[in-house]
């Protein structure tokens, strides 16, 4: 590796993705560019090559914070600043995945603190970045409350550390920008909105712009200095017109006609409160700067549209990203420069968001308060703690019970009518409803998620413990019980505790944590020649849709014929198994043991790749196995292994009709789990009138 930089002038095609970058170095207002794209398409590039364009900046000596000397941070912790100050260039700022909290917002000492008094602060990446770029490659891949708390501080351009009584805080102005492979699964909607740009990117097919990518790479690889030379004029050009546009920014005029189209679009497309239309205004304006105009124009419009609102409309994850252009075209045409200032059409105006406008949704990220738990997807459901371990369900078994809570992403549906066995009337697939949820018993050490219990950096504290490694969550009260009693011995004098090392202990919390849901899918003749297999296809889209807002990983292993397939190796990408399970061939015999034994090595592999993450086995059968004499007890054999190895598991019993067999919950006892029909996999609809406008909302989709 060089550390000459790849000219960000030399980078070929991706134009929405240079335009989305060069956007926010105009106006970091704009709020960041999320750059959602297949691996290899140079993204990575373009964006560490940003980071050369950007003006350089003026620094207080010895700040750790990259004090601006004309307007120092008053709440600085170097503060009491000299009047030395040094150029130096913007950094670009990296976080690496895996990153720990401590990491991103600094680290107090807090042993030091609490025994010594010194407040010993060490910055962390948002200090670095600001004035700067904050790169987040594989944004989808980090931790919840770990995006929360960096879209927070992009959202106030502040960081905060707050330990029992100590608190740091400082300035964090950063160009954040995110890029994931939506392959490798999907941020929450929550998320999605609070950066301000998306663009999606891809390969070019076009051979020509293929060859020109390679014969540029390869020069540079070659002679990385001589290449940069090249393109040096050009760069400093770029660089000369982002300085420019940031200066003819503040004297950008949007118009009242300009405004109702881009208020007009936002309607049409149905966006959530009024964030859209904040994040497009400003897109508009800094688009009109980067083109050296001072008034918003309507092509300012349509591109903000472009870059702004795609990620912000969808509402289910199975939806196709992206924008309908020409609903887009009509909806600027229907609103451009008025004769007579008319009001609006009621149905489709900036009235449509009215209802939102004054909402605690309606004023952006600024509203939404920090927390490391406490983000605004949460909707009271994160952190809540779960009743206890439902008693009685047998060992091994997964726990299921109806939830009272709001899910997270909570887009409940309504139930399309109740009954037991409705051989007649199948639902058609691809029609989701809100499942029970299943969840594995006991407590588990995995990521964070929205599943089972586990030991996780949220959630609530349940006990405390000896530090194991660095003490990060204090447990006060704890900590002063081990050193009361040795107060007298240690010669106390006046009002101070005192505290040596071994008296610390610190928070054990209880969260929950994501699993891996691996279901196993009879996608033989008889569940087709009964024509249940659109029930089976909703039901387990269902909770494929109830898997990906709880942030699990899923697979899918089907069974059919002559053997089993892995349809879907684990993946967090819920939609890549909706499409699965959308082409899934049906037909043959039903080799519920082969299907079982697949199931069991993908859990064995996944065990070594993944240890932590606990897995949940749904089993959606009848019971039936054929092909031979042999098929039952073989498919008995295979259960009593997973049995032995302590899967939980859930049988989703898909037997119907007047005459009925109960195979299904014999295997359910073999593998020590639970037998839940279809109709028993509704959750009751309590929740569901709760966000009845997002219900109205996907009944649109549906229809
Ligand atoms: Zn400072």
């Avoid at 009584?165 to 964090?172: E, I, P």
């Avoid at 929450?188 to 051979?207: H, S, Y």
């Avoid at 015999?589 to 199931?599: E, S």
């Amino acid at each position: 590796m060089s550390d000459v930089r790849y000219p960000f002038t030399a980078i070929v095609g991706m134009a929405d993705l240079r335009l989305g970058l060069l956007l926010n170095a105009v106006s970091p207002a704009v709020g960041g560019v999320l750059v959602r794209g297949e691996k290899g398409t140079a993204k990575s590039t373009m964006v560490r090559a940003l980071a050369g364009l950007l003006p350089s900046i003026a620094t207080v000596d010895g700040c750790r914070f990259a004090c601006d000397p004309a307007a120092p941070d008053p709440q600085c912790p170097d503060g009491a600043h000299t009047a030395d100050a040094s150029e130096r260039p913007a950094l670009l700022v990296e976080l690496p995945v895996g990153v720990t909290e401590d990491r991103i917002v600094g680290s107090l000492d807090l042993e030091r603190a609490l025994s010594e008094g010194v407040k010993a602060y060490e910055p962390g990446l948002l200090a670095r970045a600001h004035r700067g770029v904050l790169y987040i490659d594989e944004v989808n891949l980090l931790q919840d409350h770990v995006v929360d708390l960096l879209l927070d501080a992009a959202a106030m351009g502040r960081s905060y550390v707050e330990r029992e009584g100590v608190s740091v805080r400082h300035a964090a102005r950063f160009l954040l920008v995110g890029t994931m492979n939506p392959e490798e699964g999907e941020l929450r909607p929550q998320l999605l909105d609070r950066f301000g740009l998306t663009v999606e990117i891809a390969a070019t097919r076009d051979p020509a712009e293929r060859a020109e990518v390679v014969r540029r790479r390869l020069a540079y690889d070659a002679d990385p200095a001589g290449f940069a030379a090249r393109f040096a004029e050009d760069e400093r050009r770029l660089a000369e017109r982002i300085t420019t546009a940031r200066e003819l920014l503040p004297e950008v005029e949007l118009t009242d006609a300009a405004l109702r189209q881009l208020t007009a679009v936002c309607a049409a497309f149905e966006v959530d409160g009024l964030r859209a239309d904040i994040v497009m205004a400003r897109t508009a304006v800094a688009l009109a700067a980067w083109a050296g105009r001072t008034e918003v124009l309507e092509e300012d419009v349509r591109k903000a549209a472009q870059l702004a609102l795609p990620h912000r409309r969808r509402r289910n994850p199975f939806d196709a990203p992206g924008l309908d252009e020409e609903q887009l075209d009509r909806t600027l045409e229907e609103h451009a420069e008025p004769e007579q200032p008319e009001p609006e059409q009621p149905d489709n105006g900036p009235e449509g968001s009215g209802p939102d406008g004054g909402g605690p949704d309606g004023g952006g990220p600024e509203d939404e308060g920090p927390g490391p738990d406490g983000g605004p997807d949460n909707g009271g459901g994160g952190g809540a703690p779960d009743p206890a371990d439902t008693p009685g369900a047998p060992d091994g078994s997964a726990a299921a019970e109806p939830e009272q809570e709001q899910p997270a992403d909570g887009e409940p549906i309504p139930r399309q009518g109740q009954g037991g066995a409705r051989e007649s009337a199948p639902v058609a697939a691809g029609e989701p409803y809100r499942t029970r949820l299943f969840k594995v018993p006991g407590t588990g050490r995995g990521a964070q998620g929205r599943r089972s219990p586990a030991e996780t950096d949220g959630g609530h504290t349940i006990r405390a413990r000896r530090p194991q490694g660095r003490l990060a969550r204090l447990h006060l009260s704890a900590t002063l019980q081990a050193a009361a009693p040795y107060q007298a011995a240690r010669g106390r004098s006046g009002r101070a505790l005192e505290l040596r090392p071994d008296d610390f202990r610190e928070q054990v919390r209880q969260g929950r944590e994501s699993n891996l849901v691996l279901f196993v899918v009879d996608a033989s003749g008889s569940m087709a020649a009964r024509q249940r297999m659109g029930a089976v296809k909703g039901a387990v889209l269902s909770l494929l849709m109830d898997a990906y807002q709880r942030r699990d990983k899923v697979g899918l292993v089907t069974f059919r014929g002559s053997g089993a397939e892995l349809a879907l190796p684990p993946t967090s990408s819920v939609e890549v198994g909706a499409a699965r399970l959308e082409s899934l061939p049906t037909g043959g015999r039903t080799p519920l043991a082969a299907g079982l034994l697949r199931a069991h090595e993908v859990l064995r592999v996944e065990r070594m790749r993944d240890p932590h993450r606990r897995p949940l086995l749904v089993v959606v059968t009848d019971g039936r196995a054929t092909g031979g004499r042999d098929a039952l007890p073989a498919a008995d054999r295979a259960a009593g292994l997973l049995a032995a190895q302590g899967i939980a598991s859930v049988v989703l019993d898909c037997e119907s009709g007047p005459v009925r067999l109960g195979l299904a919950h014999k295997l359910a006892a073999r593998l020590g789990a639970s037998a839940v029909s279809l109709a028993e996999l509704r959750a009751e609809g309590v929740a569901a009138l709760v966000q009845a406008h997002r219900t109205t909302d996907l009944h649109r989709k549906a229809a």
